[in-house]
């Protein structure tokens, strides 16, 4: 373990569609209540962010279900009381490359098409 620091999980939606259902699994899984929402949370570079803060279990199953389901968001860490930064590894750019969106992709649109005939 490290020096008894605490990191803190936010994530922050990037479209209305995550930010419902992120918020219903949220509230669901966590019992997510008001004081977990920070409304402009500046950044290390200034930017501010409307995020929620979770845990990491919670951000794990996001990005696993990133491409599934579409969601588009972004996730912060906070390392004791330092600011607020981009996770790196959270870069859901190559997500759409593997094998598993390619499919899934691959399906949307078949469904798209006969959902229109």
Request: glycine residues 6%; proline residues 3%; aromatic residues 8%.
């Amino acid at each position: 373990m490290g020096k008894g620091r605490v990191t803190r999980w936010f994530v922050e939606p990037m479209d209305a569609g995550t930010n419902e259902s992120a918020m219903m699994d949220l509230v669901r899984s966590c019992g997510a209540t008001e004081d977990m929402i920070y409304y402009r949370k500046p950044d290390n570079e200034g930017v501010l962010h409307d995020v929620v803060e979770v845990n990491h279990p919670f951000v794990a199953r996001m990005e696993c279900n990133a491409v599934k389901f579409q969601h588009r968001f972004r996730v912060f860490t906070q390392a004791g009381n330092g600011v607020m930064r981009l996770w790196p590894f959270g870069n859901q750019r190559k997500l759409s490359n593997t094998a598993e969106a390619v499919r899934i992709a691959k399906e949307l649109a078949q469904h798209k098409a006969t959902a229109k005939t």
